[in-house]
């Protein structure tokens, strides 16, 4: 892709799924990645196996100290950051809409959108001082679009990055900093365990595509929007989701009839 050959890129998340697949993809366009985690085994395996030189920092995105490390680490060691995939997020508790618990809530606010609030204050105080713009990917979800009675907490984060999109794209646009986000349907990673992976395999069934995604199927759209093959794009959500958010529920085709919602309410509201 243009523009991306040479480019030193910040990965967060970048210990597994997502993270992990996009911080391959831009080495092998010849970007040289900073990948950012808290599993510091993991980050050591991604960066080993990437045909570019990178390097690896241990860090929560919600910790303001942290956030400036990992960027102080990537300019200490490559002079600049060019782009920033800010991708690392948490799905949170199951629990229903009364028995979430206040922490529960602030707890993956802390990581999905506190986390992506510092993650762009410090790309775009680093432009600042290099002098010059640069790309920024925000990963959403098709909870960022769409509601469902679960995942609530998860939810209210996703939507709130849009929000941290929006701002951040009409400020970066004169500047030269280009803000985009990604929307994944289902992609089924170890964060959800084994059971739980299943689960959104089968659920995955029912989009248009008829299979759940991968990491590699997102990390390929990012790549794209932070290259300069989408430079008139700025502030657009990008639905990499197997077509689920298209789909008309009340249709046959869209699986109207085909879920026992009376099993399902029965699970979520009891007997």
Do not use: C
Not at 132 to 142: E, Y
Not at 233 to 252: H, K, L, N, W, Y
């Amino acid at each position: 892709m243009r523009g991306l050959a040479g480019k030193i890129a910040v990965v967060t998340g970048a210990a597994g799924g997502i993270g992990a697949a996009t911080a391959r993809r831009l080495a092998e366009e010849g970007v040289h990645v900073v990948a950012v985690d808290l599993d510091e085994d993991r980050l050591r395996q991604v960066v080993r196996a990437l045909p570019t030189e990178g390097a690896w920092v241990r860090a929560d995105v919600s910790a303001e100290g942290d956030v400036a490390a990992y960027a102080d680490a990537a300019v200490d060691r490559f002079g600049r950051i060019d782009l920033h995939h800010l991708n690392a997020g948490i799905p949170g508790s199951n629990a229903t809409l009364p028995e979430l618990s206040v922490a529960e809530l602030d707890r993956v606010m802390a990581v999905n959108v506190r986390g992506v609030f510092l993650g762009v204050r410090a790309a775009f105080r680093r432009y600042a001082e290099q002098g010059g713009g640069g790309s920024i990917v925000i990963t959403g979800s098709i909870g960022s679009l769409r509601g469902s009675a679960d995942l609530l907490a998860y939810q209210t984060s996703k939507h709130a990055v849009l929000g941290i999109l929006r701002g951040a794209a009409m400020y970066g646009g004169p500047l030269g900093v280009r803000v985009n986000a990604v929307a994944p349907g289902i992609v089924p990673t170890d964060l959800f365990g084994a059971s739980g992976r299943d689960d959104m395999t089968h659920r995955a069934s029912s989009t248009p595509l008829r299979r759940a995604g991968t990491g590699e199927d997102i990390a390929g759209v990012v790549a794209f929007l932070l290259s300069a093959d989408a430079a008139y794009m700025t502030g657009e959500v990008v639905s990499v989701d197997g077509g689920a958010s298209v789909v008309s529920t009340v249709r046959p085709s869209g699986g109207a009839g085909a879920w026992d919602f009376a099993a399902h309410d029965r699970s979520l509201y009891g007997s």
